[in-house]
């Protein structure tokens, strides 16, 4: 049992998990890529569910934080909720100090990361350039990237992909990095998740 996985994660992971994978079956590839040291899991975004799909494809033991819009963790109960599985709060937009130190320091103790680089929702079709915070936070906090897919189709009682990808450590100068460098290390993580969408 893992110390670094937060105890309510485990209990509703346990309870819920099941439940979403009844309605929406995960198929999931690429588990061999999965290590034991903490990462940034860097999935592309294109529906709601998408967290839902990707947390059902990870045991309940799998130490994991959770990077989320400020909206989400500000509403009442559920943000309650959700900040006590480990979900945490990110104002996007804007240059938020404490989310970035709350994912640095979550990284350092042991628990990967999720973070949507894209920031948003996409829609098949949609192209919106990867955000360089991503990468920023892995070389800060010594870690490296890992691509993910999720199905784009989600499909009520048929299978949907979530593919794990090879981790992938960002290449950067100097000691903490460039933005350019930020940027460049985020896009090809982006590029690296939805390229697994191409894989059988």
């Given at each position: 049992m893992n110390p670094a996985v937060i105890p309510?994660?485990?209990?509703?992971?346990?309870?819920?998990?099941?439940?979403?994978?009844f309605f929406f079956p995960?198929?999931?590839s690429g588990r061999e890529n999965l290590t034991d040291e903490p990462v940034i899991l860097c999935p592309n975004?294109?529906?709601?569910?998408d967290p839902f799909l990707l947390v059902a494809a990870l045991d309940c033991d799998y130490p994991i934080r959770i990077m989320a819009k400020k909206q989400v963790t500000d509403l009442p109960v559920l943000g309650g909720i959700l900040q006590r599985i480990g979900v945490f709060g990110v104002d996007r937009g804007h240059s938020d100090i404490g989310a970035i130190k709350t994912a640095i320091t979550s990284l350092r103790s042991g628990s990967s990361l999720l973070i949507f680089p894209e920031g948003t929702r996409v829609r098949p079709?949609?192209?919106?350039q990867a955000k360089g915070g991503v990468a920023m936070m892995a070389i800060r906090s010594g870690v490296k990237l890992q691509p993910v897919y999720i199905a784009t189709h989600k499909r009520l009682f048929r299978k949907n992909r979530v593919v794990?990808?090879?981790v992938y450590a960002p290449v950067y100068t100097g000691k903490k990095g460039t933005a350019e460098e930020y940027q460049a290390n985020a896009d090809e993580i982006l590029r690296q998740a939805y390229a697994l969408g191409e894989t059988v």
């Open positions: 309510a994660y485990r209990r509703l992971h346990r309870l819920l998990v099941p439940l979403i994978r995960v198929a999931v975004h294109s529906g709601a569910l079709g949609e192209h919106i794990f990808g090879p």
